[in-house]
């Protein structure tokens, strides 16, 4: 009886699986900065990639953010190495959670403010985006693997994220370049 029980679920799951339909992926980015408000297709972004060849709406938008095509396409093309079994434990982390709650206030569903719900969209498309490509993402990956249809893009949180981080790697550009090889060796006797 369990076995029949077993069999029965496991039919049900199957089809359930095959007839629900699949999840959409992100089709529209939503940019925002202060009062400024556009949208760029995913696909827009995905064929410049690709092309290089950037569209009149894609032009206008790099204009006013004061962008160059190399730059944009640099971006959309960084490769980061994100293999699943590590970086699964570290977004299920505290240290991960912290670390996806201040991403989900750059980048989050349109419309969508709840903190829970930025953290679980972005954890799923790095998740789906690494197991799609090899262990790499890129952003134009991770935007084809977001669980949302819209993804709103706050400029000015992203923009004050990369100063801090360029101090950061100042500091620690300095750090590793410091004539104090003690204090970095960590043999000082303080």
Do not use: W
């Amino acid at each position: 009886m369990k076995l029949k029980n077993k069999i029965s679920k496991c039919f049900l799951l199957l089809l359930f699986l095959i007839i629900y339909p699949k999840t959409k992926a992100a089709e529209t980015i939503y940019l925002y900065k202060g009062t400024f408000n556009r949208t760029i297709s995913v696909e827009e972004l995905s064929n410049f990639e690709k092309t290089k060849i950037a569209s009149p709406k894609l032009k206008k938008l790099m204009f006013i953010t004061n962008q160059n095509n190399k730059q944009l396409l640099e971006t959309l093309t960084f490769k980061i190495e994100v293999p699943l079994t590590v970086s699964s434990k570290l977004m299920n982390s505290t240290i991960g959670e912290v670390l996806l709650g201040r991403i989900g206030t750059i980048i989050h569903p349109h419309k969508i403010f709840k903190k829970e719900l930025s953290i679980k969209a972005i954890r799923s498309g790095i998740i789906i985006s690494s197991h799609n490509n090899n262990e790499e993402i890129n952003l134009i990956d991770f935007f084809k693997a977001y669980p949302n249809k819209n993804i709103a893009l706050n400029l000015n949180a992203l923009n004050r994220t990369l100063e801090k981080i360029e101090s950061l790697t100042d500091l620690i550009k300095f750090y590793s370049n410091s004539p104090l090889k003690k204090l970095k060796d960590g043999s000082s006797s303080t």
